[in-house]
């Protein structure tokens, strides 16, 4: 069965821009969880001996506190030391004070495990913002040489506008991912830029695949064929391999969900939940919107070159 992707793109368009609505709305009800490496705060180990559930250690700071914090359960390899490490996102450190009092109250919760604070790091908010700031830089890098890159691959069928066209499809894929983050209430933290640049790896590839089936297609049938349907050819003869290769990657990373799940390991839940429909969404994006938008720039471009 052949689509006719090229015709109905306003369809593709629209569905693309309620999902960024989507994601819009999103951020403001519910507004994204900023690691603490990103906004800076506390963070707070603490050693203990015999039974205690992250989830009553959890509840006992926060009580304490008056705020929301992240406890994650260790244990040493070697000495099999128990302990439990507290994660605090604040614009304020944890003072000395705070710190002691706190102590007090865990060995008073928990006056038969032997709990005793083993180390404690506070993160400066603004070495937090230099974090962020050079994490951007990372991505919009990476997006620069991506467009200088299938310009230079791509110049005989437009070169920079398939470059740019390819990034905004790679920003629509971004977006969805980060939309999966606020709404699952993962903390956007190493892993979300870590989804961030392996989606940018990812997905470009699929609207290369497409790039040079219709570079070969517009080399064989010159101005034999019209633009929209030479396009809209070249995706069709690459649709069973991109969706393929996207569904089984997509397969892959929603059995490390099952296990994730299964295990309770949380950082990598964040990591393939995030990653799994960000390969969805490169799907959709290199499929329904890459060669549509480039279509749509080159019959622009034409049109003002004849008005001119």
């Not at 705060?41 to 509840?59: C, D, L, M, Q, R």
């Not at 004070?97 to 604070?117: F, I, P, R």
């Amino acid at each position: 069965m052949k689509l006719d992707i090229i015709g109905k793109r306003k369809r593709y368009f629209i569905i693309s821009l309620v999902a960024m609505a989507l994601v819009l709305l999103i951020t403001i009800v519910i507004g994204p969880k900023l690691d603490i490496q990103f906004k800076g705060g506390s963070i707070a180990t603490y050693s203990y001996t015999g039974e205690i559930t992250p989830e009553a250690f959890e509840k006992t700071v926060e009580d304490f506190l008056g705020q929301d914090v992240t406890v994650q359960q260790q244990e040493n390899s070697v000495t099999g030391q128990m302990s439990m490490v507290v994660s605090l996102t604040s614009d304020q450190n944890l003072t000395t004070e705070t710190q002691t009092k706190l102590l007090e109250t865990l060995q008073e919760a928990y006056a038969d495990n032997e709990v005793e604070a083993s180390d404690v790091n506070n993160v400066d908010p603004t070495m937090g913002k230099e974090f962020l700031k050079k994490c951007l830089v990372a991505v919009v890098f990476a997006s620069v040489i991506m467009i200088v890159y299938i310009g230079l691959r791509f110049r005989k069928i437009g070169g920079a506008s398939a470059g740019v066209v390819s990034v905004i499809a790679l920003l629509h894929d971004i977006l969805v991912a980060y939309g999966v983050f606020v709404l699952l209430g993962f903390t956007i933290n190493d892993n979300f830029i870590a989804v961030v640049l392996t989606i940018l790896g990812y997905s470009i590839n699929d609207t290369i695949v497409i790039y040079d089936r219709i570079r070969e297609n517009k080399r064989y049938y010159g101005d034999k064929m019209k633009l929209g349907e030479l396009v809209n050819m070249s995706i069709n003869q690459c649709l069973r391999r991109t969706v393929t290769t996207s569904l089984t990657t997509a397969m892959a990373l929603l059995c490390i969900c099952v296990v994730a799940l299964m295990m309770n390991v949380n950082s990598i839940l964040s990591f393939a939940v995030p990653m799994m429909v960000g390969v969805i969404s490169g799907l959709y994006s290199s499929v329904f919107l890459s060669g549509s938008l480039w279509t749509l720039w080159q019959e622009k471009k034409a049109a003002k070159s004849a008005r001119a």
